[in-house]
């Protein structure tokens, strides 16, 4: 074609030859020959294309003559002497074979190589082998090389490294290289790189069979990963080996992952060298995209994994549906500033385990878990400290397995401290299991959300310390949740909460309006224990539920809540309403049950201070059965201090309601003593909408002392002692007997 080549003169035998001669170098490329002057030796049309590479074009050119082998390259090839090669380009290189064995089978194979970079300048260099097998057995094999890869092996084959003493040391060379489908069976005693910073120390993409390293020492001081096993976004480039590695990477200062593990097919990784990654500026272990339908399980066993970033994430685990990833043997110490420090997103199973692990940030979230299974060991932290931010720890859609921050022992503290969030420190939506130990809450959620009262309205947009949406199983215990002078919106708000424990646990000073308690529920059910519980000073009420299906909750269910030992107190001038209320209504049972526990201040409801409202309410609407049990309780300054009430909101047949008021340490000891009330001292109600004969209401008040001898108007100051009211006519029976009712200021002791 003069128009590509000009006006040159070519002979097409010549030309044919040349061309026909290296088309097996392009095995995916055909190429047509077409000429146009006959010269008799040369076809005017041909065309080249060797698939196979070289392989295909000496078997076109031997045709049917005779061959040592029925395949070219390919036979059995034992190398059984000892190797001991040195130089700027000293290597073994086994290239471009089809099929066949070939084995390295003396006891040393040394080679020391002193030259060369990139893929080219390998040790050990294993490529394009088709269905080959290249062996090193007997062990020895020690490579060593300066900036020069030390073992590669891609493109198909399988690499064999077995026996004993096989090591690899390398100053800022790549020590091991897997790529292309290759298939590796190889141990290795140990590999160390002094100073990787151009390249990744271990890389392996697309490799089947098994590794393993049993130990030595990665320090990364560059760009890349460490340890890198396959590749974020394509999909395959993980494969499907079972790796095992025990080397110690040291990546401080780096500004490249510790470690990476991407796009697993299946297999297994583990990788139990210790992990030191201090100013990681890159972030410092990450694990994505084991998404493809195929199992796999990645694990980081060392004994120190410690992890020290500033704007990026300490350890991301994203995006693995098929993915199993845990962190076993404690020692996972991550430490952030504006940076995620642990996070696991986007499907599959992770698990912390073990002791010792921690999380400290000075502005980024410390822990989210979301859309990602806890698997069955659970995920525990010792500590998760963090000093600002928005969000704390974050659980969102985490399955069944259980979240723990144990703390130690039981010090104060030793759980961390969480303070200065503006949002929900702790959040938990769609999670089950979580047992918080020894932490500190302190200046959280001081931003203020649009919610509204627990009692006919929504809560779900409150912020609070630890904020609930269906949550199964939570455990607080010793736990000292401070709204710092009600700056923080809400203390605990929940909905749709099944079985909470709360333990030797303070929450204080949250709320400044309506509707912002210290504790709030709308939806709570199951078993509910509160111990040693000391709950004082908020904006609304201190413990406030509500199962009627306000906020979009289910109405009713069944409800086993025990108080004992407990405190609910308000101590500022003319604020806060409430004690413990609770309202519920349609199908289900309501036991709350109350002993050993003080509610009030000593002061009187009004400006002086004391609840502005009920100290212990149980309200029971339509379709429900309720029992309230108070015994050996104190009730010192409020304006009622029991409220039992039949309501007529909710579906369903009339309310049933039991109350019992007494003693119950010793039958005719004494029970429970009330003092400093504004209103009625117990107060026991039928709403008059429920109509005449719809509804029970059984009480019995017995043993207990209302009033103070001595002190006027400390028995109740506007109301009874007792008041029974049968507004709505419902059946009521009451036993009242050998009560003290003193100091009645203005009405009857007992009112019915």
Sequence with gaps: DEQIFGHHRFKPARLFSSIRS?????????????????????????????????????????????????????????????????????????????????????????VNRTGATGAAGAAVAVGD???????????????????????????????????????????????????????????????????????????????????????????????????????????????????????????????????????????????????????????????????????????????????NTVTNAGVVVTGNTNGTVNFTNGALDIDTTSGTGFSATGGGTVTVQDAGNTVNSTGGTSITISGTTIGAAGVTFQSVTQNGGTNAIVLNNTGAGGFTVTGTGTTDGSGGTIQNVTGNAIQLANASNVDLRNMNLTNVATTQGAG???????????????????????????????????????????????????????????????????IQFQGLTGTVTITNLINRDTGSDLFAIDNTGDGGTAAGGNLTMTVTGSTFQETLVGVGAGGLRVNTSNAGTTNVSVNTSIFGNGTASGAAGGLQGTGLELDVGRGHVGTLTVEDSTFNGMNVAISGTLDSDGVGAGPQLTVNIRDGADAGGAGNTIT?????????????????????????????????????????????????????????????????IQEIASFEGVSA
């Design 676 to 740: 400093g009330i504004r209103s009625n001292a117990i107060n026991l109600f039928t709403n008059g909408t429920l109509g005449p004969g719809v509804g029970t209401l059984r009480a019995t008040i017995t043993d207990n002392t209302i009033g103070t001898l001595g002190t006027a108007g400390s028995g109740s100051q506007l109301g009874s002692g007792i008041r029974v009211g049968n507004e709505g006519g419902s059946t009521m029976t009451v036993n009242i007997n050998n009560n003290t």
């Design 129 to 307: 082998n088709g269905t080959s097998t290249i062996n090193f057995t007997n062990g020895g094999l020690a490579i060593t090389t300066t900036v020069g890869r030390a073992f590669r092996a891609a493109g198909g084959g399988t690499v064999n490294v077995s026996g004993l003493g096989n090591t690899i040391q390398t100053t800022s060379g790549m020590a091991i290289g897997g790529y292309f489908n290759a298939a590796l069976n190889a141990t290795f005693a140990s590999v160390n790189v002094s100073a990787i910073s151009g390249d990744r120390a271990i890389d392996l993409q697309t490799v089947s069979g098994s590794l393993t390293v049993q130990g030595g020492t990665i320090t990364n001081t560059g760009n890349f990963q460490a340890i890198r096993i396959g590749s974020a976004g394509s999909n395959t480039s993980g494969g499907n080996a079972t790796i095992n590695i025990a080397t110690n990477v040291n990546s401080s200062g780096a500004t490249g992952l510790a470690a990476e593990v991407a796009e697993l097919t299946g297999g297994s990784v583990t990788l139990s060298g210790n992990f030191t990654d201090n100013n990681a500026t890159g972030g410092g272990l990450l694990v994505s995209g084991i998404n493809n339908g195929t199992a796999a399980t990645v694990t980081f066993s060392g004994t120190t994994k410690q992890v």
């Design 22 to 110: 290296k088309a097996y170098l392009f095995s995916g490329v055909e190429i047509r020959w077409k000429s146009a002057i006959p010269d008799g030796d040369t076809p005017q049309e041909a065309t080249f294309h060797f698939p196979g590479g070289l392989a295909d074009y000496l078997r076109e050119t031997m045709g049917t003559a005779s061959t040592y082998a029925e395949n070219p390259f390919a036979g059995t090839v034992d190398f059984q002497g000892n190797l001991n090669l040195s130089g700027a380009n000293a290597a073994i290189s086994v290239a471009a074979n089809t099929a066949g064995t070939y084995t390295f089978s003396g006891a040393s194979k040394v």
């Design 452 to 518: 509204s009262t627990v009692f006919g309205g929504n809560i779900a947009n409150y912020n609070a310390g630890v904020k609930l949406n269906n949550v199964a199983n939570l455990t607080l215990n010793n736990l000292d949740i401070n709204g710092n002078n009600n700056a923080g919106q809400v203390g605990i708000s929940g909905q749709s909460v099944s079985g909470l424990t709360i333990t030797d646990t303070t929450v204080e000073a949250f709320g400044n309006a309506a509707g912002e308690d210290n």
